[in-house]
């Protein structure tokens, strides 16, 4: 290739392609021996490099789908049409034999060279260094020698087709699915953190009001909820000294108070969700031991508690939202281990696609990096779990087999993503069934009890969901159906009817064959005893012709009754009893 005496080389520019030719290549040869700088001249370039041709796109579109095709190495039918009018003819014959055109055609991307040599069979296409840096002056001097895109015309097509084609592959990312459950799983991620930060805030904070609470209360949303209720302990009960100071009306006054803490009452125990606890909480505010705060200190409080109940609330819905978006995503995978760490490893891979990719031994210790080039740096032991070690199943196992049932959960893990990832209709059979086998593996490592084969049970969830496309198919025609029904049930009666009778021939036909078998034995029998009587008489006749023939005749007449004899012996023992 390098030896051919004719180089072409292409360039693909944001306005349409162009074909430049090498006509000197001792120019060439002194550009590449001297510094890179010298690609800079354009003197010295133009004498070498020539512009053989130059086809701008017919629209935006067109360059939009033309670049789309270039980053996937693949050659455009724009491609093939300018590659064939400008490059020199080829021999068809000499390219059906085998033989290289007399030319050489240079392109910077070797995938795309290879999609050229395949369209255009007979091209010998090359891609090394001599290419790149003839394909680095023409992009320098590109405006020089293309004349129509000077004056900021180049720019401006590299910043059109910038734009479209990166809104292109935003617009049709296949993982754009993806990026939402990766932002929401590290945002519930970091809320966590700050949520924990700010209960301890909470707690921390109003404790010096009322600190009893925090060993009534333990969680911690509860815990808010109570203090943000609560506000001013005094305001659960009504104190000693305002009841002495009451007059003749206290009556009156004490029934009001007794109703509020009833309310109060009822508010708390609808918060703790227990009685006793609403009235523990009530008891230990009448003899509480913390400070009292001023009205503006217990408003930043309340505000400070709301915003964190408000924001464990948010929690909960974007713990749902991941939850649906796992369900359509990765309905499998959600299904086997769960939508957090599903979600946790879909970060981790950076998508579902490349997590399916993967190998079930990279599943395994996804999330373990660190231990990892760690036990290889110092020859220690690697890794036997990652992020799946989240999940319940390794939890249950015990210590010698968590290593086991991690490998073996990573092969249902790699198994479910490939399903989710490559599937066209979302379903979660599969990891239903995969959960099913990981609960069989857990309990053969506990009692021994032996599990289901994979292959028995994908083929089982595989004829479940045929069944379930036909009972659908069904479903939609069941109106039609209802009109055959009465027909089907008539058929089904002449069937029974036609059985019947066949049956009935049977067993008369089994009959008459049985007794032809024995008219049949019968038969054979009297043939067998007419041919035993005709040799007796045969061979007796013949010894009776021969001197000693009588003696012999003797002999072999008590011979063939002695061995009748013994067969009617034998078959009296063989014969079965009848049953009476």
């Known amino acids: 290739?390098?030896?051919?005496?004719?180089?072409?080389?292409?360039?693909?520019?944001?306005?349409?392609?162009?074909?430049?030719?090498?006509?000197?290549?001792?120019?060439?040869?002194?550009?590449?021996e001297g510094s890179m700088n010298t690609v800079t001249d354009f003197a010295r370039f133009n004498r070498a490099i020539k512009l053989k041709s130059f086809q701008p796109y017919e629209s935006a579109q067109d360059a939009l789908e033309n670049a789309n095709a270039i980053s996937e190495?693949?050659?455009?039918?724009?491609?093939?049409?300018?590659?064939?009018?400008?490059?020199?003819k080829i021999d068809k014959k000499a390219a059906k034999k085998g033989k290289t055109a007399a030319f050489a055609l240079g392109v910077i991307d070797p995938a795309l060279a290879t999609a050229i040599a395949d369209g255009l069979p007979g091209i010998s296409c090359r891609s090394d260094d001599t290419v790149k840096e003839i394909l680095r002056g023409c992009r320098?001097?590109?405006?020089?020698?293309?004349?129509?895109?000077?004056?900021?015309?180049?720019?401006?097509?590299?910043?059109?087709?910038?734009?479209?084609?990166?809104?292109?592959?935003v617009k049709f990312n296949p993982a754009r699915s993806d990026?939402?459950?990766?932002?929401?799983?590290?945002?519930?991620?970091?809320?966590?953190?700050?949520?924990?930060?700010f209960a301890m805030r909470v707690r921390e904070w109003y404790s010096w009001h009322f600190p009893e609470l925090k060993d009534l209360v333990k969680d911690s949303y509860m815990y808010a909820r109570c203090a943000?209720?609560?506000?001013?302990?005094?305001?659960?009960?009504?104190?000693?000294?305002?009841?002495?100071?009451?007059?003749?009306?206290?009556d009156a006054a004490e029934d009001t108070s007794d109703s509020i803490t009833n309310e109060k009452l009822k508010t708390l125990t609808q918060i703790t969700g227990d009685e006793e606890v609403a009235n523990s909480i009530i008891a230990a505010a009448r003899t509480s031991m913390g400070m009292d705060c001023s009205a503006f200190d217990m408003i930043n409080i309340v505000n400070f508690t709301q915003r964190m109940i408000k924001l464990a609330e948010y929690r909960k819905q974007l713990a749902g939202y991941l939850t649906d978006k796992m369900s359509v995503v990765a309905p499998n995978l959600s299904a086997l281990i769960g939508d957090t760490v599903a979600a946790r490893l879909i970060s981790k891979a950076?998508?579902?696609?490349?997590?399916?990719?993967?190998?079930?031994?990279?599943?395994q210790i996804l999330g373990a990096e660190k231990a990892l080039f760690r036990a290889l740096k110092t020859k220690g032991n690697t890794p036997k779990y990652g992020l799946i070690y989240h999940s319940t199943f390794i939890g249950r196992a015990d210590t010698k087999n968590k290593g086991r049932i991690s490998r073996y959960l990573a092969n249902k893990c790699s198994i479910a993503t490939r399903i989710d990832s490559f599937a066209d209709e979302p379903s979660s059979a599969y990891g239903e069934k995969l959960r099913e086998q990981v609960e069989e593996r857990l309990k053969?490592?506990?009692?021994?009890?032996?599990?289901?084969?994979?292959?028995?049970?994908?083929?089982?969830?595989?004829?479940?969901?045929?069944?379930?496309?036909?009972?659908?198919?069904?479903?939609?025609?069941?109106?039609e159906d209802v009109d055959k029904s009465a027909k089907k049930k008539k058929k089904e009666k002449k069937d029974k009817k036609k059985k019947r009778k066949s049956d009935d021939m049977s067993e008369d036909d089994e009959e008459t064959e049985e007794k032809e078998k024995e008219e049949d034995d019968e038969e054979a029998k009297k043939v067998r005893k007419q041919y035993i009587c005709t040799w007796l008489v045969n061979t007796l006749s013949r010894l009776h012709s021969c001197p000693f023939g009588t003696h012999f005749a003797d002999l072999t007449i008590l011979s063939v009754f002695a061995f009748l004899f013994h067969r009617l012996q034998r078959r009296q023992q063989r014969k079965p009893r009848r049953k009476v």
């Open 1 to 32: 290739m390098a030896d051919a005496p004719t180089l072409f080389v292409l360039h693909e520019t944001a306005a349409g392609y162009a074909l430049f030719e090498v006509v000197a290549f001792e120019e060439i040869g002194t550009l590449l």
């Open 350 to 363: 950076g998508s579902l696609t490349n997590l399916a990719k993967a190998p079930a031994s990279t599943v």
């Open 179 to 197: 990026n939402m459950i990766i932002q929401s799983i590290a945002l519930l991620d970091q809320m966590d953190k700050d949520l924990n930060n």
């Open 444 to 479: 053969f490592y506990e009692t021994g009890a032996a599990p289901r084969k994979n292959i028995d049970v994908m083929n089982e969830v595989a004829k479940h969901l045929a069944a379930g496309k036909t009972d659908d198919d069904g479903d939609d025609a069941e109106m």
């Open 140 to 169: 320098l001097h590109l405006t020089t020698l293309i004349k129509g895109l000077a004056s900021g015309a180049s720019e401006q097509a590299q910043l059109g087709l910038g734009h479209s084609y990166s809104r292109g592959k």
């Open 73 to 88: 190495h693949a050659m455009t039918s724009t491609l093939h049409s300018f590659l064939e009018m400008n490059l020199p």
């Open 228 to 250: 943000a209720f609560i506000q001013d302990k005094s305001s659960l009960f009504t104190s000693s000294n305002d009841k002495e100071d009451k007059d003749d009306d206290d």
